[in-house]
């Protein structure tokens, strides 16, 4: 199942269409699979009921919600959840039709995905993806593995960082600068747009955050830099 907001009440996200999917659709392999931010709080709360299929709907469904967006709509593909595919498998079927219906709109999301080697044919789809309107940020849990995404160059590359990081150079020499979001008061996702640029070489770091920001820093899924 997957849900979808016309309009998001988060500040920090602003006012878009947002979308949520269920955890199954999330890979077990993700550093942050037991603390994620969006296990709790009201997002928590939303997303079991997208998850146990109280609230949402079908792909197909989902999919002609998109295509009836305003053209030239920003809007974020999963607050919670990942791309279609249970697991560590993306569905490509389901990916193609999602970036069929965003054409002419402004989608853009975060994978954990993996799409290194085994997993030839997820790497593909993220690179056609992001080629044809859709970006997928490839996520990742330290900034070690940020620099290998980034090596692959298929995506964008994002990574969480300790709460009290400042913009840095990774140790492959990568420029991070932190989400604009999270260091400006009148910065969102709608004014920012940054992570919807498929093209860009920076990497976006984002702070450490929600309910179990500590639990996080604490279980060091990210490289802490000195």
Same mark, same amino acid.
């Given at each position: ?60 469904? $989902? &999919?002609?919600?998109?295509? @009836?967006?305003?053209?030239? =709509? ?6 919670? #959840?990942?791309? /279609? ?48 309107? $859709? &970006?997928?940020?490839?996520? @990742?849990?330290?900034?070690? =593995? ?6 692959? #160059?298929?995506? /964008? ?11 840095f150079i990774t140790p492959a020499g ?31 770091? $984002? ?20």
């Amino acid at each position: 199942m997957v849900h979808l907001t016309l309009k998001s009440a988060n500040v920090k996200t602003g006012p878009i269409p947002v979308s949520t999917s269920a955890a199954e659709t999330c890979p077990t392999s993700c550093g942050q699979y037991g603390v994620c931010y969006g296990k709790f709080g009201p997002l928590g709360l939303h997303w079991s009921k997208v998850s146990n299929g109280e609230r949402g709907m079908s792909w197909l469904d $989902f &999919t002609a919600a998109i295509a @009836a967006l305003p053209a030239g =709509q920003l809007w974020r593909h999963n607050q919670a #959840g990942d791309l /279609p595919g249970v697991d560590q498998v993306i569905d490509t079927d389901a990916l193609r039709l999602l970036v069929r219906a965003n054409k002419g709109r402004k989608g853009f999301t975060y994978s954990h995905k993996p799409v290194g080697a085994g997993h030839d044919w997820n790497a593909v789809a993220v690179r056609w993806s992001n080629r044809h309107g $859709f &970006t997928i940020n490839l996520s @990742a849990d330290t900034v070690q =593995q940020a620099d290998e995404l980034k090596s692959h #160059g298929i995506a /964008p590359v994002v990574v969480v960082v300790p709460e009290d990081t400042d913009a840095f150079i990774t140790p492959a020499g990568n420029k991070a600068i932190i989400c604009p979001a999270q260091t400006h008061d009148n910065v969102s996702c709608d004014t920012c747009r940054l992570c919807q640029w498929a093209e860009r070489d920076v990497i976006v770091a $984002f702070r450490a955050h929600g309910t179990k920001k500590r639990e996080i820093t604490e279980a060091k899924v990210f490289t802490i830099l000195k």
